[in-house]
C-alpha cells in the first residue's frame, strides 16, 4: 500500500504561515503557502520539493510566501481565478510596504509576475487531476470572494481541508457547504468562543454610527479591504448621511464586481458601491471631514494606510467615532486603541491618544464554536488535524473534536501517515 504522508510547515497552533504538505508516491503536494505578517520569523519551514500548491484563499497568511516558493520551486499553483487576482493585489501591496520600510525583501514584484505563468485557475465543484493516484475539487467556503475549501482525493482516500470558512450567510456571500471525508484539517481561528448575534451587533453598528453623524461627527469605519469593506458598504447600503470610501478598498471593490458569480447579490454590492464616493485625493478627504459623515478605509487593523489621514485629524474630536470592524490581532494599533486608547502613528513612531468614542465590532469571517462542531459532525472523519488557531482555541476544539475521531493538534515539522 502506498504512504500518505501529511506534513505541517506553519499555521499550526498561531493563525498566520498557513502551509501544509501530503505526500504520495513521490509526489509532493502543499496546500497553501502563507506569511506571518509583520513579524521577523514568519516564514514558513519550507520542504525541498514541491510539485503543485492548492491555494485556498488570497489572504497573506495563505498567499503570501507563494512568489518566494515559486522563485525556488517552480510549482503549478491552483486557486480559483478570484483567488489568483485578489492574492496579487495582497502580494504586491505587501511587497511594495516592504520596500517602503525597507523591511525584508523575500520576493519582488517581478517574482510575482513570472508566478503568473504557473497559475491555473480552476472554477468550483471541477475535479482535478494531478497524478493518476491523487484528485481534488475546490468547495466554495464562504469566507471571503473567491474563497475554497479543497477535497481532495489520495489512492482513494478523501481529506477535506476547510482553509478559512465560514458557514453561515452574510450580505455578501453564502456559507460553505460541507462535504464528508475521511481526514480532515480544519481551522480553529474561534475554536473557543461564540460569535454574537449577528443582526443584534448589526443594529447596535449602524445605530452607534446614527449617534455619532447626528450629532455632527465622523464616523471612521477601518475595514479589511478583502471582504469586510464590501459587506460593511452592503450594511451601510439606506443610511441617510454621506459615505465616503477610501483605501485599497476601492480597488478590491472594483475586482468583486468584475466576478460577480462570487457574491450574493452582486446587483446590491453595485448599489452599495455607488452610494459611497471614493476618494482619490487629499482634497476629497478634506471634503469627507468638513460634513458630517461616514468614512470607510484601510487598514482593518488600523496598521497604516489612509485611516492616518482622518486620525491626524479627528482623533481628539469627541464628538466622532471609530467603529473597528473584526478581531483585532495582539500587538496591532487597533488591539491599542482598545486596550490603552492611543495607537503608534507609523509615521512618527509616536504615540498618539485618541479620544474619538472607541467602538470594535465582531464581524467575523470564521466559523465560531458552534459551526465548526457542525462543521466537524458533517465531515464525519476518522481523523482530524486541528491548524489555524493560536493555542487556547485549538486545544480546546480538539478536545471536542476527539470526541468524533483521532484528533491531533499538530506541532511545526510534525508529519503524520494518513
Ligand atoms: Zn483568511
Ligand atoms: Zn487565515
Partial sequence: MVRIIVGFHGGVQEVGRSCFTIESDGFWLMLDCGLK???????????DRVDAVVLSHAHLDHSGMLPALHR????????????????????KDSAKINQLRKERHIYSIHDIEAM?????????GADRSLTENISFKLLDAG???????????????????????KTKDTHLQAGAEIPEADVLIIESTYGDRVHPSRREMEKEFLSTIEETVDRGGNALIPAFAVGRTQEVLMMLEDMPYPIYLDGMGQQVTSLFLQYPEYVRDSGLLQKAANIATWIDNSSARKKALSEPSIIVTTAGMVNGGPV?????????????????????VEGTNGRLLMEKGYVIDPLTDKELEVRMEKHQFDFSAHAGRHSLEDIAEKVNPEKAFVVHGDPKPCESFAEFLSSICETHTPKMGDTFDL
Fill in 37 to 47: 505578517i509583520r513579524q521577523e520569523d514568519g516564514y514558513p519551514a519550507l520542504p
Fill in 72 to 91: 525556488r520551486n517552480h510549482p503549478k499553483i491552483y486557486a480559483t481565478d478570484l483567488s489568483l487576482e485578489t492574492s496579487h493585489l495582497l502580494q
Fill in 116 to 124: 503568473h505563468s504557473s497559475e491555473v485557475s480552476i472554477p468550483y
Fill in 143 to 165: 469566507h471571503i470572494p473567491g474563497s475554497a475549501a479543497v477535497l481532495l482525493e489520495i489512492e482513494g482516500k478523501k481529506v477535506y481541508y476547510t482553509g478559512d470558512i
Fill in 308 to 328: 492616518f489621514s482622518y486620525l491626524h485629524r479627528l482623533h481628539m474630536d469627541k464628538l466622532s467615532s471609530i467603529l473597528l470592524t473584526g478581531y483585532q
